[in-house]
């Protein structure tokens, strides 16, 4: 089954005059496999064959069928084996789509699900929508996981419309949303890390239809780990800026208490790192400067910006120390530019540091503005 498979359907079911079939054949064509397995509508998911899953419909609205055998046909389940020691898994074609990135597939599909929506029971279709796929060992990764991962900015929009369509309470929204793998991380954390700043900004687009509390609509674009690293500090570490230019759109668009806006841009993980004090380690000047003009657009009081400027490590050493130490001239000069930028002075900084470390910053930062001079 490939690109002629919409015409192979159509015409099969033409041959067979379809509305003289008995119930089990008209299940039997529908649930039809290939020689791997998987069911003509998995395939077409997986290819996404918008058309082929459009051909599916009309045979089911022409079909008989109980509604189990319907929902069970419309999960497109694909059996998958794993490594020997372990037992084989299912699969839903809509990961299959959803990894693949087939927005159109992806809400052709919904169409599907929404004209048969009777069928499935409310557990069960929260269980498609969750639509888990495995790795190799077994581990269990959301669909919208895989989507934000590989980048797939209208797979990630598509979804959002399956979920909006859906009848969900709002703590089953949030667990969707989360896309969490099976050691916790979140799928916004690791589109933020491979620098997939489209992905997020459609993700931002789902939690601003959501309907979710304030709170919890933060605690999912923090998107942090079990170490407590955010999405933001995974991006400020890895210099990429157009992810943080996104992430500043959705707290603008998401309109944040200024408690919640600054605990968002602080980035800071459970050891007390911060995300800029990485980006001044590491010389992401592009990423600190992008980081420079959320701040400034947030409308932070001059007490929390200047936290968020002191970027402390685990140490409480600021992070411009470590550029000094680095001698990343480039990096001191940014530095000494988002102090004015932001406008707050160094010493208003330093009132966020040790004693100890007050000193050395202010020297630093002198170190910085001659370079200026």
């Known amino acids: 089954m490939s ?27 529908l649930a039809a496999r290939n020689n791997d397995g998987y069911y003509g509508l998995a395939i077409a998911l997986q290819n996404g064959h918008a058309d082929t899953i459009q051909a599916y419909g009309e045979l089911i609205k022409k079909a008989e069928l109980n509604p189990d055998k319907i929902a069970d046909i419309l999960q497109a389940k694909v059996k998958i084996k794993l490594k020997e020691e372990l037992k084989e ?14 927005a159109h597939a992806i809400r052709v599909y919904g169409e599907l699900l929404n004209a048969n929506s009777a069928v499935f029971d409310h557990d069960k279709l929260v269980e498609l929508l969750a639509a888990h796929s495995v790795d190799g060992a077994g581990h269990r990764l959301p669909a919208l996981y895989l989507a934000l991962q590989h980048g797939y900015a209208d797979a990630v929009l598509a979804y959002g419309e399956l979920l909006k369509a859906a009848t969900l309470s709002l703590d089953e929204t949030a667990i969707l949303l989360a896309a969490k793998r099976f050691d916790n991380v979140p799928g916004l954390l690791i589109a933020s890390n491979n620098g997939h700043s489209e992905a997020v900004l459609a993700y931002g687009k789902l939690l601003k239809n959501s ?13 942090k780990n079990n170490d407590g690293v955010s999405a933001l500090l995974i991006a400020l570490q890895n210099g990429h800026d157009e992810v943080i230019r996104a992430y500043g759109q959705i707290i603008n668009d998401l309109e944040f208490s200024p408690t919640e806006t600054e605990q968002l841009l602080v980035a800071r993980c459970e050891s007390g790192l911060t995300g800029l004090f990485l980006a001044l380690k590491y010389g992401q ?23 968020c400027l002191a970027a402390k490590g685990v140490d409480g050493q600021p992070g411009i120390c470590m550029a000094y130490q680095n001698g990343d001239t480039d990096t001191m000069l940014l530095y000494a530019g988002l102090i004015d930028y932001a406008g707050v002075t160094a010493e208003e900084i330093a009132e966020h540091l040790s004693e100890e470390q007050k000193v050395y910053f202010l020297d630093v930062v002198n170190e910085c503005q001659k370079i200026t001079l």
């Open 3 to 29: 690109m002629g498979l919409t015409e192979i359907i159509l015409k099969v079911a033409e041959d067979m005059q379809i509305l003289k079939l008995m119930g089990d054949e008209m299940e039997s064509l």
């Open 89 to 102: 898994a299912y699969v839903f074609g809509l990961s299959l789509a959803l990894q693949n990135g087939h």
């Open 211 to 223: 309907c979710l509390t304030a709170d919890k609509t933060a605690e999912l674009l923090a998107a």
């Open 285 to 307: 000047v592009n990423a600190a400067c992008r980081y420079g003009e959320l701040l400034r657009s947030a409308g932070l009081s001059p007490y929390n910006v200047a936290e």
